[in-house]
């Protein structure tokens, strides 16, 4: 049965229609919460919220965009909204572009390239990189850099104009560079 179908007869109420489509994304979306969260606890939540969400809103999905897209909304919603309550986590911020970028930490590129990109050791600076964005830029920068999303989806999702969305997007990538540079400077 195609997804279209499913949507059709989940909105009509049908518990296996809607049984299959949550079969069909719970990887996608939790993948995309433990992403967005950071924690394996609160990406869970996350997820049963967002299914939760589908099942009491289904009915408003006007099948505009994909079931995915409303998807990716919703999860980004809920997490942006759980990092917000739990403001106890001291996301850095990435508002001030002077903060941002320090000349004097960036690290000689010509030195690590294909070396340490397939690192295990940077595959963790990345992760601890990534964690310390604002949630509102690691939503963005995980639909665009790692979900492969285009800026237009990734707009719709987040609810921002492209502007902004590309605004966040370069902030968050000077933000993991300036990071990068930080630790690999001392590597």
Same mark, same amino acid.
């Given at each position: 049965?195609?997804?279209?179908?499913?949507?059709?007869?989940? *909105?009509?109420?049908? =518990?296996?229609?809607?049984?299959?489509?949550?079969?069909?994304?719970? *990887?996608?979306?939790?993948?995309?919460?433990?992403?967005?969260? =950071?924690?394996?606890?609160?990406?869970?939540?996350?997820? *049963?919220?967002?299914?939760?969400?589908?099942?009491?809103?289904?009915? *408003?999905?006007?099948?505009?965009?994909?079931?995915?897209?409303?998807?990716? =909304?919703? !999860?980004?919603?809920?997490?942006?909204?759980?990092?917000?309550?739990?403001?106890?986590?001291?996301?850095?911020?990435?508002?001030?572009?002077?903060?941002?970028?320090?000349?004097?930490?960036?690290?000689?590129?010509?030195?690590?390239?294909?070396?340490?990109?397939?690192?295990?050791?940077?595959?963790?600076?990345?992760?601890?990189?990534?964690?310390?964005?604002?949630?509102?830029?690691?939503? !963005?920068?995980?639909?665009?850099?790692?979900?492969?999303?285009?800026?237009?989806?990734?707009?719709?999702? !987040?609810?921002?104009?492209?502007?902004?969305?590309?605004?966040?997007?370069?902030?968050?990538?000077?933000?993991?560079?300036?990071?990068?540079?930080? =630790?690999?400077?001392?590597?």
């Amino acid at each position: 049965m195609e997804e279209k179908e499913l949507i059709e007869k989940a *909105q009509k109420g049908d =518990r296996k229609a809607l049984t299959e489509l949550v079969k069909m994304y719970e *990887q996608t979306v939790y993948n995309f919460s433990f992403k967005i969260c =950071r924690n394996k606890e609160r990406a869970e939540h996350t997820m *049963q919220e967002t299914f939760l969400s589908m099942v009491k809103n289904l009915h *408003q999905f006007s099948g505009d965009s994909k079931l995915s897209t409303w998807l990716y =909304r919703v !999860v980004a919603n809920h997490c942006l909204m759980l990092a917000r309550s739990e403001s106890k986590y001291g996301f850095t911020s990435i508002d001030d572009d002077e903060a941002l970028i320090d000349e004097k930490n960036l690290a000689d590129w010509k030195v690590t390239p294909e070396h340490v990109t397939e690192n295990n050791e940077l595959k963790k600076i990345l992760d601890e990189a990534i964690q310390k964005l604002a949630p509102e830029y690691r939503v !963005v920068f995980m639909l665009r850099d790692v979900e492969g999303l285009s800026t237009e989806e990734t707009a719709k999702i !987040v609810e921002l104009s492209i502007p902004a969305v590309k605004s966040r997007l370069h902030r968050a990538r000077a933000f993991l560079r300036n990071e990068l540079n930080k =630790r690999l400077a001392y590597e």
